[in-house]
């Protein structure tokens, strides 16, 4: 890192609530699980990524020499879903450099992290955002943020016009998330986004899902779970049919009625369903749309619901792919009335400023020595270079896209 700039990672706190969801999970079910977790940038970028290799290596190093602080472990504590045995892990717990390994491929960044599933797994939102700070630090910066703040302004400026038809109290208020850590134009920026909707639309603003912030500014940390999660079960070794039932299974065994909002999406929204049975279907809060069409997810949903006999408006929607203010405004009123909503928004929060935005993640892409795999319900976003095991997955759930 240059000498005249802070590392991009100020805490191991700074990281997605449903990491440490999920990491706990998984230390307590299956702690000896072995992962592999790759890198990738899905668009084009102003230089080629590669030329960061030194600048990550670095950031990987100071990140590897962290360690929860007190005061962090004590606000992870007072989360009532954090168990004191995962407190007493973390507060041993350091990155080990060696399961993480980046290299130059041509122009092309390569990361990938190897080891045991509860080490490696932390690793990705750490490097989402050091890639993301180190390539948008190398940019032009002259009134970027001008720009930024403008255009923060306009969508304060469209919260507070619709604020007629947005509900803020009663059984359907329109509430909206922080989710924009991963893609982040910088720390100070989205610290400087989350003060500033928490301070001029509290009524809506609801939460990060950035854990230390959370803690700075006093907000609700929002989280359930995520892909690699459910990915993981894949090679668990239960039969490949019956990956989903046994996650959620083990979800609710974990949390016992907390954390209750389940992710539709790894094998498709009808794959899902045909697994989310009564007995799910009561037990979880509600589900997170995470790719397709939204309206058309949510009507799937809430017709499953009244398949079930279940009244939706007892239920939630939580919708996360690709939003901004006026979609999910929309969306909100396509809805309301029928079933709960709330809304998670990134990258349009985080990093909307004149320089395009990376496409990138850090994905699992094989569990206990096997590939694993989602198939979205949008194209291009499947991330697994084993098309045997695709091909068997696809055909298991009879999945077309």
């Known amino acids: 890192m240059l000498a005249n700039q802070a590392p991009v990672v100020r805490s191991l706190l700074e ?16 702690p000896g699980a072995q992962a592999e977790y790759r890198f990738v940038c899905r668009n084009a970028t102003a230089f080629p990524l590669a030329e960061l290799k030194r600048a990550v290596e670095a950031e990987l190093d100071h990140l590897c020499s962290l360690y929860f602080a007190q005061d962090e472990l004590e606000y992870l504590s007072s989360l009532r879903f954090i168990k004191s045995d995962f407190v007493d892990f973390l507060s041993v717990f350091r990155f080990q450099r060696r399961f993480i390994e980046v290299k130059a491929e041509g122009e092309h960044l390569s990361v990938v992290a190897r080891g045991p599933l509860v080490h490696v797994m932390g690793f990705e939102i750490f490097v989402l955002y050091i890639v993301n ?131 539709t999406d790894v094998v498709g929204m009808d794959a899902f369903l045909a697994d989310f049975d009564l007995y799910f279907a009561k037990l979880f809060d509600g589900l997170r749309h995470d790719s397709g069409d939204p309206v058309v997810w949510g009507e799937k949903a809430i017709s499953h619901y009244n398949t079930l006999r279940i009244d939706p408006v007892t239920k939630r929607l939580v919708f996360s792919d690709g939003l901004n203010i006026p979609r999910a405004i929309e969306l909100y009123s396509h809805f309301k009335g029928r079933i709960q909503t709330s809304f998670g928004i990134g990258t349009d929060l ?14 699992i892409t094989a ?9 979205s319900d949008a194209p ?11 091909a068997y997955l696809r055909q298991v759930f009879n999945h077309h896209i």
């Open 350 to 363: 985080s990093n909307d400023t004149p320089h395009k935005a990376l496409n990138i993640v850090m994905k």
């Open 15 to 30: 990281n997605d609530l449903y990491k440490f969801t999920m990491w706990q999970a998984l230390l307590h079910s299956h």
């Open 133 to 263: 700070e180190l390539y948008f630090r190398r940019l032009p910066q002259e009134g970027v943020l001008d720009v930024a703040r403008q255009r923060l302004a306009t969508k304060l400026e469209a919260l507070k016009a619709a604020s007629g038809e947005l509900a803020s109290e009663g059984d359907f208020p329109f509430v909206f998330f922080d989710f924009g850590l991963r893609r982040r134009y910088s720390g100070a920026w989205q610290e400087e986004v989350v003060q500033t909707f928490a301070h001029e639309v509290p009524l809506y603003f609801r939460g990060t899902s950035n854990v230390y912030l959370a803690k700075q500014y006093g907000l609700t940390p929002i989280g359930t779970m995520a892909h690699e999660y459910l990915q993981a079960y894949q090679a668990f070794g239960f039969r490949l049919r019956d990956f989903q039932k046994a996650a959620l299974e083990g979800w609710v065994q974990e949390y016992r009625g907390d954390l209750g909002v389940a992710l």
């Open 380 to 390: 291009g976003k499947t991330l697994c270079e084993d098309e045997t095991f695709l």
């Open 367 to 375: 569990c206990n020595g096997q590939p694993v795999a989602k198939l």
